[in-house]
């Protein structure tokens, strides 16, 4: 797979190959904290420490209830609309070797335009926070517990992770660039 930086600021992805991409498809569920209280407590963090006084903690945990976190999920649902149709415009590519093979590899070309790599990053940065608390990564920091064997669910989790942080570290560079 290759990515591109397109003339004006988006990415270009060729012959992304279709595995990937169906994992990018799958974005919504896998940002999906499943009512998982520690995921939700770190997507949506209190917004307060613990010693304020009470008076004060009931009025700012109301207005962070009535206005705050439904921005943030506003925005969030914002964010996988955009991603989502982006993927919904990605188009097939024919493989170099595509003779009408039908076992011949599939290979997508996915373009993000410069307006929503924000979106995108915000997406693929959310995916990696639930990926991590339900799989325990990365590896490196949670390793196997005496005879536990690793999943293979598990790797795939790592394995999408660090995909989607060296994606959004693209990002970053090309929002960097846009500023300076």
Same mark, same amino acid.
């Given at each position: 797979?290759?990515?591109?930086?397109?003339?004006?600021?988006?990415?270009?992805?060729?012959?992304?190959?279709?595995?990937?991409?169906?994992?990018?498809?799958?974005?919504?569920?896998?940002?999906?904290?499943?009512?998982?209280?520690?995921?939700?407590?770190?997507?949506?963090?209190?917004?307060?420490?613990?010693?304020?006084?009470? *008076?004060?903690? =009931?009025?700012?945990?109301? +207005?962070?209830?009535?206005? %705050?976190?439904?921005? !943030? $999920?506003?925005?969030? &649902?914002?964010?996988?609309?955009?991603?989502?149709?982006?993927?919904?415009?990605?188009?097939? *590519?024919?493989? =170099?070797?595509?003779?009408? +093979?039908?076992?011949?590899? %599939?290979?997508?070309? !996915? $373009?993000?335009?410069? &307006?929503?790599?924000?979106?995108?990053?915000?997406?693929?940065?959310?995916?990696?926070?639930?990926?991590?608390?339900?799989?325990?990564?990365?590896?490196?920091?949670?390793?196997?517990?005496?005879?536990?064997?690793?999943?293979?669910?598990?790797?795939?989790?790592?394995?999408?992770?660090?995909?989607?942080?060296?994606?959004?570290?693209?990002?970053?560079?090309?929002?960097?660039?846009?500023?300076?």
């Amino acid at each position: 797979m290759d990515i591109l930086p397109l003339p004006n600021g988006g990415l270009r992805f060729l012959e992304m190959p279709a595995a990937f991409y169906e994992q990018l498809s799958l974005l919504s569920q896998t940002c999906d904290p499943d009512d998982d209280p520690t995921i939700v407590s770190r997507l949506y963090p209190h917004p307060l420490d613990p010693s304020e006084a009470l *008076e004060d903690r =009931e009025k700012a945990e109301e +207005d962070w209830a009535d206005y %705050v976190r439904p921005e !943030l $999920e506003v925005a969030f &649902d914002s964010n996988m609309l955009t991603v989502m149709n982006d993927l919904a415009d990605a188009n097939i *590519e024919a493989s =170099e070797d595509d003779s009408d +093979d039908p076992d011949s590899e %599939v290979y997508y070309r !996915l $373009e993000i335009p410069n &307006d929503h790599t924000h979106a995108w990053l915000q997406i693929l940065n959310r995916a990696r926070i639930v990926l991590a608390i339900k799989h325990r990564l990365p590896l490196s920091e949670y390793p196997l517990a005496g005879d536990e064997k690793i999943s293979l669910q598990r790797l795939l989790a790592a394995h999408l992770s660090d995909s989607f942080a060296e994606i959004s570290e693209i990002l970053v560079h090309l929002m960097m660039d846009e500023f300076s």
